[in-house]
């Protein structure tokens, strides 16, 4: 195994935080490539069936621009299985998976404020 960056580290210790959150990934904001990610190790293959569609959700949250309310900040999706949360900070996204739909909601995003100082 390759070791872990000293950003990979930090996002591990912030999964520790809330079992129900499956996975943390960043991804570039223009093509929603992953820059950076980690997942709890039983649902990296959770988290990965999620890649196509978090690469659609950020085509679609660009495309939002076209409806002059300017760019979208945070989107918060609930679904039957799971909880995912989007936020925008400078040129990245922030994703945030949870692998229960009665994930804390607030949990999840109450983790944004330490992301957003870890300077991607």
Same mark, same amino acid.
């Given at each position: 195994?390759?070791?872990?960056?000293?950003?990979?580290?930090?996002?591990?210790? *912030?999964?520790?935080?809330?079992?129900?959150?499956?996975?943390i990934?960043?991804?570039?904001?223009? !093509?929603?490539?992953?820059?950076? !990610?980690? @997942?709890?190790?039983?649902?990296?293959?959770?988290?990965?069936?999620?890649?196509? @569609?978090?690469?659609?959700?950020?085509?679609?949250?660009?495309?939002?621009?076209?409806?002059?309310?300017?760019?979208?900040?945070?989107?918060? *999706?609930? @679904?039957?299985?799971?909880?995912?949360?989007?936020?925008?900070? @400078?040129?990245?996204?922030?994703?945030?998976?949870?692998?229960?739909?009665?994930?804390?909601l607030?949990?999840? *995003? !109450?983790?944004?404020?330490?992301? *957003?100082?870890?300077?991607?």
């Amino acid at each position: 195994r390759v070791m872990d960056t000293p950003k990979e580290l930090e996002l591990r210790n *912030l999964l520790k935080r809330d079992e129900s959150i499956m996975g943390i990934v960043v991804a570039e904001k223009d !093509s929603g490539t992953p820059v950076l !990610s980690a @997942y709890n190790q039983s649902s990296f293959d959770s988290v990965d069936r999620f890649r196509p @569609y978090i690469a659609s959700m950020l085509t679609m949250m660009r495309n939002s621009n076209k409806l002059g309310m300017g760019e979208t900040k945070r989107v918060c *999706l609930t @679904y039957d299985e799971a909880n995912v949360s989007f936020v925008f900070f @400078y040129k990245i996204w922030i994703i945030i998976v949870a692998g229960e739909s009665e994930s804390n909601l607030g949990g999840m *995003l !109450s983790l944004e404020d330490e992301l *957003l100082q870890m300077r991607f």
